[in-house]
């Protein structure tokens, strides 16, 4: 279990946001804003969120997402390589 915690206003919702679009998830999911160009900040046309994951071993990938608030666009880079993605993100609950 991963914990985000800090008091109100420290940007904690703003954190999970970021992971959640980094790792290519509609902006409908996180409840805040329909189209990904309503997360470029106001009087900017793009936006950039990029995280690091590593493994056991550490070996690392890096994902970046640019956002285009032009038509809510988006780019991938995978390790800096630009790339088309097609996500499948499923939403399924699991009984136990």
């Given at each position: 279990?991963?914990?985000v915690i800090g008091p109100n206003g420290s940007g904690k919702s703003t954190?999970?946001?970021a992971i959640c679009l980094g790792l290519g998830y509609p902006p409908t999911v996180l409840g805040?804003?329909?189209a990904t160009g309503d997360y470029v900040q106001h009087g900017k046309e793009s936006a950039e969120i990029e995280l690091?994951?590593?493994d056991e071993n550490d070996k690392t990938l890096t994902i970046k997402r640019k956002l285009s608030k032009e038509k809510n666009?988006?780019?991938?880079y995978i390790n800096g390589i630009s790339e088309v993605i097609e996500f499948n993100i499923r939403t399924e609950r699991h009984a136990e």
């Open positions: 279990m991963n914990l954190i999970v946001c805040r804003a329909t690091e994951l590593a666009a988006s780019t991938y």
